[in-house]
């Protein structure tokens, strides 16, 4: 009720709460003020996942609701700190945990907004990983959403070509190489395959 209540106070009305392209947008506003590092890498999430999308050919309302998934899947980091966010890939244990429930937090943000019930379990599914060493729930191969495991294949290839931390910065071919050596364990390996013609490579 946390979010909505947000939403509400900023002049969103209860028509506009069944509207998704209206939440995202206002939710998005949030992220921008919260580390604009975060939300630039939204919009290059849902960049890279409706490239994959299509090329996957998924029908078209598929293709929107993976898109408004990619562009919310990191909503759940509002609720952590600047600085925990910008240390990342140095988190102690503590602050690992903390950052692991973000997944399961998107998800929890959204679960009173109607408009939102489809593109959930895109939002908390997007770490869980392909062989089941994901979190939060630890889901394994085909059981992951296919939004999710579309996200996830995007997600991980702006993290590593956009850390947080510039040290971390790999090139395109690296993260492309990369992204191939965890096809089939860590992704599904078709979306890799899709992803990484749609780069060009």
């Known amino acids: 009720m946390y979010m909505v209540s947000l939403l509400h106070t900023a002049g969103i009305d209860k028509e506009e709460l069944n509207s998704l392209d209206t939440i995202t947008?206002?939710?998005?506003?949030?992220?921008?003020?919260?580390?604009?590092?975060?939300?630039?890498?939204?919009?290059?999430?849902?960049?890279?996942?409706?490239?994959?999308?299509?090329?996957?050919?998924?029908?078209?309302?598929?293709?929107?609701?993976?898109?408004?998934?990619a562009l919310l899947h990191d909503i759940g980091l509002?609720?952590?700190?600047?600085?925990?966010?910008?240390?990342?890939?140095?988190?102690?244990?503590?602050?690992?945990?903390?950052?692991?429930r973000h997944a399961a937090a998107g998800g929890n943000v959204l679960e009173n907004i109607p408009c939102c019930q489809d593109i959930i379990p895109y939002i908390s599914a997007h770490h869980e990983r392909w062989d089941g060493s994901g979190f939060p729930r630890h889901l394994r191969g085909t059981n992951i959403p296919l939004g999710a495991r579309i996200i996830a294949v995007a997600d991980y290839y702006d993290t590593t070509i956009n850390p947080s931390t510039e040290y971390w910065a790999k090139t395109k071919q690296q993260a492309v190489n990369e992204l191939f050596s965890a096809s089939g364990l860590?992704?599904?390996?078709?979306?890799?395959?899709?992803?990484?013609?749609?780069?060009?490579?």
């Open 186 to 201: 860590l992704f599904d390996p078709e979306i890799v395959k899709a992803f990484i013609e749609t780069l060009g490579n």
């Open 78 to 100: 509002l609720f952590l700190s600047n600085q925990l966010l910008n240390k990342r890939p140095y988190l102690n244990r503590t602050e690992k945990a903390m950052y692991r």
């Open 25 to 69: 947008a206002e939710l998005l506003k949030f992220l921008q003020f919260k580390n604009r590092r975060l939300y630039m890498h939204s919009l290059q999430v849902a960049n890279y996942s409706i490239s994959i999308s299509a090329k996957l050919a998924l029908p078209k309302s598929e293709c929107e609701q993976i898109k408004y998934a």
